[in-house]
């Protein structure tokens, strides 16, 4: 059963940060591309950033780009981001999920920025 239990979320002020977690489970997590997705009230799921299964090369999307860093390790099957340099516009529900190759999406985490 594919799982994904999504942490780290929260309050916090522009121009802060934050770290989030995805623990994965219930398929071969190292053959698969992982990505960071993030849906705000009224719009649209999308993806932010994704990593390589193996090589550890990463994709960005333009608005968190210098900003944002996904990482994974593939001993623990998680996945991380690291946010810094917050802004309002970053407040939404974050998942994670695979970018070719999707599970069920789970819970997510919030992520609200806000002074």
């Known amino acids: 059963q594919v799982r994904f239990v999504e942490s780290g979320g929260g309050l916090v002020q522009p121009g802060g940060s934050l770290r989030l977690s995805c623990a994965a489970s219930?398929?071969?997590?190292?053959?698969?591309?992982m990505g960071w997705y993030r849906q705000a009230p009224g719009k649209e799921r999308e993806l932010v950033a994704d990593?390589?299964?193996?090589?550890?090369?990463?994709n960005y999307v333009d608005s968190v780009k210098g900003r944002f860093t996904i990482s994974r390790d593939n001993a623990k099957n998680t996945v991380y981001l690291q946010m810094n340099n917050l802004k309002p516009e970053d407040t939404a529900v974050y998942y994670c999920?695979?970018?070719?190759?999707?599970?069920?999406w789970g819970q997510g985490t919030q992520v609200t920025v806000s002074s």
């Open positions: 999920n695979g970018l070719n190759w999707k599970g069920s």
């Open positions: 219930g398929f071969s997590f190292s053959s698969v591309v």
């Open positions: 990593i390589m299964s193996t090589s550890g090369r990463t």
